[in-house]
């Protein structure tokens, strides 16, 4: 079935670094692809997404790529802040109805 | 918009014991979908409602697990004879019916805990 696959976490990084979170994805067709950020004692909520190969997703100073030939959707961002620390979830829908298939979330943490 | 609200935040229960936990989706949403998280993971899906009917179950869901949206307005989900396998964080979401240009909004999830 339809599966997303997360660099392994924790990631901590020192502010205004450079972000990186691998997301690689496995699925049938071109589907949508989402990242959703769960900010400490709050709720999951969208932070971008892409609907087709190479369109870019932002928000926020994040970005992402939906790359088919890699099958990738890696996050990035250029100078991180203390108020991105957070956990980080990659996502695909899997049939109908936007029922989504999570990775298994990357916890990052920057550091002042 | 007041968002996803769900209650409790937090149950500690006895194995064996039934449990019921109560969503409140955004009032437009159509949408109505309830997640499991376990620590270190990412959410899994259980179950979602389009309106008032159930329109798709996971396998994950056994028959000790029972969801419900009477009116099509708030959803409860009922776990009877926990198990200590059933202590996770339960998450609720919603969404108007327009395919993927309408996000998922998420709760902040009921943390369950059986003893």
């Known amino acids: 079935g339809d599966s997303v696959t997360q660099m392994e976490g924790p990631v901590t990084l020192s502010e205004e670094a450079f972000l990186t979170i691998n997301c690689t994805y496995t699925?049938?067709?071109?589907?949508?692809l989402f990242w959703y950020v769960q900010y400490p004692g709050e709720g999951l909520q969208l932070l971008l997404k892409a609907t087709k190969a190479d369109d870019k997703g932002s928000n926020k100073g994040f970005e992402a790529t939906y790359r088919k030939e890699t099958t990738s959707f890696h996050l990035e961002k250029g100078s991180v802040q203390v108020s991105d620390s957070a956990v980080y979830f990659c996502a695909l829908p899997q049939g109908g109805a936007q029922k989504l298939v999570f990775g298994q979330g990357t916890r990052l943490t920057i550091n002042p | 918009d007041t968002g996803v609200s769900q209650d409790p935040r937090h149950k500690i229960t006895k194995r064996g014991q039934n449990v019921t936990f109560r969503c409140d989706p955004i009032s437009e949403h159509n949408r109505l979908y309830w997640y499991r998280q376990t620590l270190g993971q990412g959410p899994e899906f259980l179950t979602y409602?389009?309106?008032?009917?159930?329109?798709?179950k996971s396998r994950l869901l056994s028959d000790r697990f029972s969801a419900e949206r009477p009116k099509g307005s708030f959803s409860t989900l009922e776990i009877q004879r926990t198990e200590q396998g059933d202590s996770a964080m339960y998450l609720c979401a919603s969404s108007l019916d327009r395919g993927y240009n309408s996000p998922l909004h998420f709760g902040n999830g009921t943390r369950l805990t059986v003893t």
């Open positions: 699925a049938t067709g071109y589907p949508s």
């Open positions: 409602f389009q309106n008032e009917a159930q329109l798709e």
